[in-house]
């Protein structure tokens, strides 16, 4: 069995089990398509899942590689609303209730998310991120989102592999946690199947057809496509917008390294996400495994100057320094060994926020790319907006601030806590 068969295998999508989906997209009514989504990432997966609920019509998704295997493969899962940007609060929470109950969300009990719902603490020490931070809960509050403020005794007893010693200021948000990001795309994908929506794997779109300026389909690597709307959902490929429409799209991709740590002590999954303002790296860390740790730095990574979501060099000093935070936070890790490590690759913006909507000067263009780590976060509220703009509705949320032009007119959505992905 090829590698293609075993995917659609893996994710219950047999012909057997799409019935009279399968006959209903013949090949010469998917090179007509209501709506193209270029993508089958997390996002991508989203928006097509949202399309055919919203009840688009015929929706065609290209993905170039495999579904949910280029960059959500490659996530660290973390969920939670606690964000600077007010605007991404909203869209975090709207997510956080689709993660809640997935299979009802999409309505097939054979989905799956993978949630661990441990919650998520966040610290910082006094100095500049304290304000900022209580600001940010403030806002929280505001909106709804059930939040505790906790002592440093009340945190160990949540974290006791943790200190807390220095910590002016401690948040915790009881629904938040972790999951999967291939699970929750291939979960998409095939619940977009069973609606009616057609992924072709494998076909890579090659470049953007207009007429008097407005879309009318895709080149790709499999031939011409037609459509009067398409939505790109291409992450770090979200460069080629520049190429295919002469539209500078303020984006690059960048490479962050996560470590996964054995120490004497277990990162169990009843113990919270923890977000450690006072590091150099205001690391981010989890269970991984019920045991390990994951951690990683939630700063500017690498800049690659070209799209790659390969895997890339992590270098023994890089092990050395975020291990050296780690301990200083958690004491028993200044004897942890190594257990695994792997790269991601992040679709940064100067703000480290995305660009959501039509593209004024592309009739027929609708966008989501530059999540800067955010992505899988949000999917579910950001795939069923860009579902809504694409079909001409009224959006749960404004996008207003989200708008390409923000980077031409200098209304940036800049977080208090600096250039990363905390935001």
Known sequence: MDQRSTRLNAIGLGRARLGILTSTFCQPTMHNPDVIVIGAGVIGSSVAWHLAALGAGRVLVLERGQIGNGTSSQSSGILRTHYSVIENVELARRSWQAFDNFAAYVGDEDAAAGLVKCGYLIAAPEGPKLEPLRAALAAQVATGIPLELLTQAQASERLPICRFDDAALIGFEPQAGFADATLVATSFARAARRRGVKIMEGVAVQGLVRENGRITGVETSQGRFNAPVVVSAQNIWATELSRWTGIETPVKPERHAVLALEGPEAYSYAMPVYKDLGSPG???????????????????????????NEQGDISMDYVVEVG?????????????????????????????????????????LVVGFGFSGHGFKLSPAVGRVLAQEALGLPTDVSLAPYALERFRSGRLLTGSYGSGAVS
């Open 282 to 308: 205001m690391l981010y860390c989890r269970s991984y495994g019920g045991s390990q740790m994951l951690v990683s730095e939630g700063t500017v990574g690498e800049t690659l100057s070209e799209p790659d």
């Open 324 to 364: 050296a935070q780690a301990a200083e936070r958690f004491p028993s890790f200044e004897t942890a060994g190594l257990a695994s490590s792997w790269t991601g690759v992040y679709d940064v913006t100067p703000d480290w926020n995305p660009v959501l909507g039509r593209v004024d000067d592309v009739p027929g």
